[in-house]
């Protein structure tokens, strides 16, 4: 499953943030895919993602794109007020600034609508956030 999601800079689309000269995106202000193919998305489950683009600031229009640091991976429900840590990617990695890897998903979680959120904590704090829906295994 591919779910495109807006980074921290949508309004860049307009601003600067887009296309690069090949006439691909290809920076932090790029809008973001998060891949979670091959997750078990319910309680004592576990999500497999990545998401590309993972930088610390937009560096779009100048400037040398640096990997983001620190990224949380968080899963909130809709009942909960707060979200809860699944796992934490030390720093995004390879020419796409990807963040990957596996996360189990607690036994407590409610079944239902959720939001899961990859977010560095460094730089400008980039943030990737896609609707899942928890189900009963």
């Known amino acids: ?59 779009d229009t100048g400037g040398i794109a640096r990997p983001a640091r620190n990224v949380d991976v968080t899963v909130t429900t809709a009942g909960d007020r707060e979200p809860r840590l699944l796992g934490t990617v030390d720093e995004a990695a390879g020419p796409r600034f990807t963040v990957a890897g596996s996360f189990p998903l607690p036994d407590d979680l409610p079944i239902g609508e959720a939001t899961l959120a990859v977010t560095s904590t460094s730089g400008e704090g980039t943030v990737a956030e896609t609707p899942i829906v928890l189900t009963a295994g």
Do not use: N, Q, Y
């Open 1 to 59: 499953m591919h779910v495109v999601l807006a980074g921290a800079c949508v309004a860049g689309l307009l601003t600067g943030c887009g296309p690069s000269a090949g006439g691909t995106t290809s920076a932090s202000c790029a809008i973001k895919e998060v891949d979670l193919d091959g997750s078990d998305l319910r309680p004592g489950g576990e999500v497999r993602l990545s998401v590309d683009w993972m930088t610390s600031r937009c560096e």
